[in-house]
């Protein structure tokens, strides 16, 4: 029940005040300390104080204090109805006073606990005391008390508390056995989590690429321990103000738990809030707390998933155990344009990525993850900015072999040199080594399941490559491009029908990515022979960077003179594009189709020569079943040193 301050013993909220300043959550807090001794001070002396008297008295804010422009005290009271919940979360969970200041004010509530619920550390009978209450009634009971022997009292009371002990002790046993085996039998069965978007709670917007680095950071350092499934971070991001149940995203993502929290920044310091629910449930299971200097950021996050691993009864690999011992130091600067490197990466944004991790670098030279971030941007600049391959490659190359001479540990390093080797270099056995060494050091990398499926199926290995990317997938479940690929896999697997249900997945997640979607459900119906779907299906996807005159036409020519007269119009459209990359390897596709094998064979060899990523398909595609037995196909295959 809820019981204002000044009906309950003041005595009693001031042990509870102080057992609470003692806690973990509060020990280094020294601004949250204050505020909370301020307003239960001025709650006790019914008193309660507002925003302003907060700021002059416990924030050192000066007369000329204007709470419109200065958020201070509104941001402090979040922060600590923040550390409030976590400590009753965790050490005062049995607390038998819980003090609150609910939003709407700055007054402090105290509810005295059911302390039935759970084992109680409070042994002394609490006695609320309303003043309202004292009179007749207290006269009359303190002159009955008075005429009892002193020595019968001190019988009687020996006895009554020597039995409530015993039977107090017997409860505490009993139920803090049925907790801890109920506790355990509940941790045991978490296989899979997901980290929700950290709250930024630093009341400044602009810090919001902090939090959500944070984020990806914490989902980094646990996809390391191995029989742990995390959730990817695109999948998790989707969730953000979604405003859906625990429970509703956990079963979306297929996961058992959830991992929730928050992060401040202040000038050099940092705190990480988090807490393990039981999504299945609802249940809270722990509940902790992590600050320090920013220089010790990466300390703080490996603490946090030791702890997680702890909770979920993970068992930690030697190797995993002493990447997450090791004491780290970075340099705050360099891990705040870390992050807005990997925000802008995340967002296939590879040129400000890359201008942003060369930032990180030039401040700490030594930054492992900086250099693998780096390389990762500059492929991405290739392959979705089209950035010419001696401009980029060079120093991703570079990048990457830095990364993991500085941290031998490090399975992005490894996953970027794979994909170089698979995309540009078409150096099998090298990719092959490292992309399966990026994932032995990040089991829970969509992104390496992805590169690594990717290889797989360049070597003529599809159902390898299908059980990968359902893996990257199930890593993912609602990222675009783990579908998107899927499908593309699939595709290639000849699983025709399972293709189109990934490709309808993948639209369904991002309706704005139709032109990466609707070329691959084209191929699809293209091989199995159902024109009409194919020619629909591609247009729909050119519909996004064509020209609606040039759709148009498109499908009067196919309306008017089949699929032949289809693919020579779309073969002079090709030649209209010529300066965009790939362009060649699509001009061989139109002459393919129109059964002109010579100069098919022209156009792939002058993409072959600008390493144009579509040649990586040219072995598998069901659709060139009918130039297989061409000695020139061979040759193509020889020069990518895909076969003897």
């Known amino acids: 029940m809820r019981t204002e301050l000044t009906q309950i013993d003041p005595t009693l909220v001031t042990e509870q005040v102080e057992r609470i300043l003692k806690s973990k959550v509060f020990a280094a807090a020294t601004r949250s300390q204050a505020f909370l001794q301020y307003v239960v001070e001025k709650s006790l002396a019914n008193s309660p104080p507002k925003e302003y008297a907060i700021a002059v008295d416990v924030f050192q ?26 400590y009753y979360a965790g050490e005062g969970q049995y607390d038998l006073l819980c003090i609150e200041v609910p939003k709407g004010s700055y ?80 941790v045991k069965s978490i296989r899979s989590i997901a980290v929700l978007p950290l709250q930024n709670l630093s009341g400044d917007p602009n810090q919001e690429y902090f ?39 956990a079963q979306e993502l297929g996961v058992d738990a959830i991992i929730e929290g928050s992060v401040v920044r202040a000038d050099d310091r940092v705190r990480i809030t988090a807490q393990l629910i039981d999504a299945r449930n609802d249940k809270h299971l722990w509940a902790q707390s992590f600050e320090g200097q920013l220089s010790d950021v990466l300390s703080l996050q490996d603490g946090v998933a030791r702890e997680i691993a702890s909770q979920t009864k993970t068992a930690l690999a030697p190797s995993v155990q002493s990447q997450l011992a090791s004491p780290k130091h970075v340099n705050p600067e360099a891990y ?66 830095r990364a993991i001479e500085l941290d031998p540990n490090d399975g992005e390093g490894y996953t970027a ?165 790939c362009t060649l390897y699509d001009i061989a596709e139109d002459y393919r189709v129109l059964g002109r094998i010579n100069e098919a064979f022209d156009w792939y060899d002058r993409a072959f020569e600008k390493r144009c990523i579509f040649m990586l398909a040219l072995n598998v595609d069901p659709r060139h079943d009918g130039i297989r037995s061409d000695p020139r196909f061979h040759e193509l295959l020889r020069r990518m040193s895909l076969v003897q």
């Open 211 to 249: 939090s959500d680095g944070m984020t990806d950071e914490l989902i980094t350092e646990l996809a390391r321990i191995p029989n742990l499934r995390v959730v990817s971070r695109t999948s998790v991001m989707r969730d953000k103000g979604s405003g859906k149940s625990l429970r509703q995203i």
């Open 336 to 401: 705040d344009a870390y992050l807005r490197g990997r925000f802008f990466v995340e967002r296939r944004d590879g040129k400000t990525a890359a201008t942003y991790f060369r930032k990180a670098i030039s401040l700490d030279s030594e930054y492992a993850a900086a250099h693998a971030g780096l390389a990762q941007a500059l492929i991405t600049m290739h392959e979705a900015g089209g950035a010419p391959v001696n401009e980029v490659i060079p120093d991703a190359i570079a990048s990457a072999k």
């Open 61 to 86: 804010r000066g007369p000329e204090y204007d709470p419109a422009i200065d958020a201070t005290v509104r941001v402090e009271a979040g922060r600590l109805r923040n550390r409030l919940r976590e």
């Open 417 to 581: 040199l794979g994909t170089i080797d698979t995309v540009v270099l078409w150096d099998w056995d090298a990719a092959e080594r490292n992309l399966r060494r990026g994932i032995e050091l990040n089991p829970n990398s969509a992104l390496a399941e992805i590169r690594y499926a990717i290889y797989l199926t360049v070597r003529t290995r599809p159902e390898e490559a299908i059980a990968h990317m359902r893996r990257a997938v199930e890593l993912d479940p609602l990222s675009f491009f783990a579908n998107r690929y899927l499908g593309s896999t699939l595709y290639f697997g000849r699983h025709y029908d399972e293709a189109l249900a990934a490709l309808a997945r993948a639209s369904e997640i991002a309706p704005d990515g139709v032109s990466a979607v609707q070329g691959w459900v084209s191929y699809v119906y293209e091989a199995k022979g159902n024109y009409d779907q194919a020619v629909t299906a591609e247009l729909k996807g050119m519909a996004a960077y064509a020209s609606p005159q040039q759709v148009h036409l498109l499908r009067l020519e196919y309306e008017k003179n089949g699929w032949k007269g289809y693919r020579e119009a779309h073969l002079q459209y090709s030649f209209s594009q010529i300066g965009y990359p």
């Open 107 to 186: 007054a402090a509530v105290v509810t005295v606990r059911d302390t039935e619920k759970g084992p109680s550390q409070q042994l002394q009978q609490i006695t609320i005391v309303p003043q309202a209450a004292k009179g007749a009634a207290e006269t009359e009971v303190e002159s009955k008390t008075a005429d009892v022997s002193s020595a019968e009292v001190k019988d009687r009371h020996l006895g009554i508390r020597v039995g409530i002990l015993v039977c107090l002790l017997a409860l505490v046993v009993v139920a803090a056995t049925w907790f801890i085996q109920k506790r355990d039998r509940a």
